[in-house]
Each structure stands twice: as structure tokens, then as C-alpha cells.
């Protein structure tokens, strides 16, 4: 490892930054710079600011390559021995950060993980609506995008009370409709983003009506689907 050079990679709610781990909080403010999105309220980033004097905005740092955001952060080492890379949210669930981490690694950098809340679970909480309730389920898949998706597939072979697609861009949403619609073991279906959770279980044709994507903003959309 490259001797006295450190790499914080944390997850910190892009929600509430009162949900910020005493870890976190602790490495900020041991981290002589830190790298944060401007994707994050002025609240979050004064916060921050507070904590570590020094910051640089990812949006700054990059031409929209994840690697070349690493890279840079890399060259950061040649100024700052401990450096602070505040993630959205989670930096290991449904993100990069074991990527980033070994990364750096390679590079011969010590880097830890400290992680936040996951996205989801906030939005559920916000909404009121728990990920799980043992009267009901406790038991959860969640898919992400992988290289060999099949949602006729993961439907079929589903072993948990819950699915939770990460529904994005790539997708075919009219496959997941259509294959919803085939399928009787479903007793509800929700839809929630950053602004609305909705129960769509009689009304699925309408997903494709309620999903957001914004290339500025930070926004996700999930779909829930439970047999109970």
C-alpha cells in the first residue's frame, strides 16, 4: 500500500444527512479533502464542508466516465494523504463501490467502505410503507441490472415474498408489464420513485406512464411486487 495514502469511500443519504453514520462523520472529518456530487443539497454539502474544509465536486472532476472520476481522485493522492469519497447513498447496494474500492486497490491504496442507507428502504419509509412486515413477508429479491436479464426468468424461479426491480433505461418495461400480467401469484404491485408511491396491481399498463428519468437529477424508479 502506498505509505500514509487513504481512500474513504461513504455512503451518505442524499435524503436526510442526519441518517450519516458516527464512522462516516469520523472519516470526513479526518479526510483532508473530500469528493462529493453537487447532486446533493446545499444543506448536505455546508454539512460537509463543516466537517473537511476541502472539497471538490465530482461534476468538476469528470467528463461523465466513471474511471475517469477514479483516476482523478488518484492524482488527488499526490497533494492529499487521506481522502474522502462521499457516494449517494449506499456505495455497495445497487452502486459501484466495490468496484471503485478495488480499483484504488490496484494502485496499492488502503481503502475502506463505510456504508450508508439504502435508497429504497428511505423512500418506503417516507412513504410509510415498510420493506417488510412479518404478518405478511420477510423475504426480499432484489434485481439490478445484470448482463443476462429475464424477468420472464427471475418471475418463474422467484423464491421470496417480494421482488424489487431497479427499473431503468435499458430495460424493456413492455416485457415486464406483459410478463406481470401472465403471472397469478402476485397480490400487489407498487411503484415508487423520488415523488410518488402507487399502487398499480389493477392497473400495471400505467408503469410505463409514471416512470421518470432526468439526466441532472438523481432519480430512481423501483417496482415492488409481492404475493401477499
Request: proline share 1%; with cysteine; charged share 30%.
Amino acid at each position: 500500500m502506498k505509505k500514509n495514502k487513504q481512500i474513504f469511500l461513504i455512503g451518505l443519504s442524499i435524503y436526510d444527512f442526519l441518517n450519516i453514520s458516527i464512522d462516516a462523520i469520523r472519516s470526513i472529518n479526518k479526510s483532508q479533502c473530500v469528493v462529493i456530487s453537487n447532486k446533493f443539497s446545499k444543506h448536505h454539502i455546508n454539512s460537509v464542508r463543516k466537517l473537511c474544509k476541502i472539497l471538490y465536486f465530482e461534476e468538476e472532476l469528470i467528463d461523465n466516465k466513471a474511471n475517469n472520476l477514479w483516476i482523478k481522485i488518484i492524482s488527488l493522492t499526490a497533494k492529499f494523504d487521506v481522502i474522502s469519497h462521499i457516494k449517494i447513498n449506499d456505495p455497495i447496494f445497487l452502486s459501484d463501490g466495490i468496484e471503485e474500492l478495488l480499483f484504488f486497490e490496484k494502485f496499492k491504496i488502503a481503502t475502506k467502505i463505510i456504508s450508508g442507507t439504502i435508497e429504497i428502504i428511505e423512500l418506503l419509509n417516507k412513504s410509510q410503507n415498510p420493506l417488510t412486515n412479518r404478518f405478511k413477508n420477510s423475504s426480499v429479491t432484489f434485481l439490478n441490472e445484470t448482463t443476462n436479464f429475464s424477468i420472464e426468468e427471475t418471475i418463474s424461479v422467484l423464491k421470496t415474498d417480494k421482488l424489487i426491480i431497479n427499473l431503468l433505461k435499458s430495460y424493456d418495461i413492455s416485457r415486464i408489464i406483459s410478463e406481470l400480467k401472465k403471472q397469478n401469484k402476485f397480490k400487489k404491485i407498487f411503484f415508487i420513485n423520488n415523488y410518488l408511491f402507487e399502487d398499480i396491481s389493477k392497473r400495471i399498463d400505467n408503469l410505463q406512464k409514471l416512470i421518470k428519468f432526468e439526466k441532472e437529477k438523481t432519480i430512481k424508479n423501483y417496482l415492488i411486487v409481492a404475493k401477499k
